[in-house]
T-cell receptor
């Protein structure tokens, strides 16, 4: 079974702090994603990475950065946390490439990190 | 651009049927369906590819109308375990390289 592990389930930080959210997958997936989940807005893509050291902005990248130094690990960084970044953060991974095989299109999600910025 | 899902929420009694719709303003390459139970990670249900057929998964099936840029998820004879939030995800672009999730539909199945 694919396993996507997020380092923390719950996190409480102060405004202005630098925050690191870590995500590790064990299936050698090329693509990794960071989403933010808010009620009524669904899952919104912050950043994704299709290879080591490669990244692309998603729909809401402002206030965030990412790092992918190893294939299995994808980190989300809040340089200076603000209260409007209080949210649930979900990491996902999938096989790379554009392919009609169903298996290559499935995103596997971690359990999420609920971040509160006070 | 985020697809539109309807309804936003639905409450059913066990054994009743439900339909969740997903529509896009752009031509779709594929539609994905995920379910998220409260406090858990979203889980993949099925994918419908352009030119593909209607898919089924136990009593949950889906259709994809490419011309209308719409997909519908059908839940028949609903069970308590079907409760959760259902998300559609749509791929646009020639190779499906642009993927975005919808806002979700909350489904509650009552005994």
């Amino acid at each position: 079974d694919v396993k996507v592990t997020q380092s923390s389930r719950y996190l409480v930080k102060r405004t202005g702090e630098k925050v690191f959210l870590e995500c590790v997958q064990d299936m050698d997936h090329e693509n990794m994603f960071w989403y933010r989940q808010d009620p009524g807005l669904g899952l919104r893509l912050i950043y994704f990475s299709y290879d080591v050291k490669m990244k692309e902005k998603g729909d809401i990248p402002e206030g965030y950065s990412v790092s992918r130094e190893k294939k299995e690990r994808f980190s989300l960084i809040l340089e200076s946390a603000s209260t409007n970044q209080t949210s649930m953060y979900l990491c996902a991974s999938k096989l790379g490439g554009f392919n009609r095989q169903v298996a290559k299109n499935i995103q596997y999600f971690g359990a999420g990190t609920r971040l509160s910025v006070l | 651009q985020q697809p539109v899902q309807s309804p936003q929420a639905v409450i059913l009694r066990e054994g009743e049927d439900a339909v969740i719709n997903c529509s896009s303003s752009k031509a779709l390459y594929s539609v994905h369906w995920y379910r998220q139970k409260h406090g858990e990670a979203p889980v993949f249900l099925m994918i419908l590819l352009k030119g593909g057929e209607q898919k089924g998964h136990e009593k949950i099936s889906a259709s994809f109308n490419e011309k209308k840029q719409q997909s519908s998820l059908y839940l028949t004879a609903s069970q308590l375990s079907y409760s959760g939030t259902y998300f559609c995800g749509t791929e646009t672009g020639n190779y499906g390289q642009n993927f975005v999730f919808g806002p979700g539909t909350r489904l509650s199945v009552l005994p």
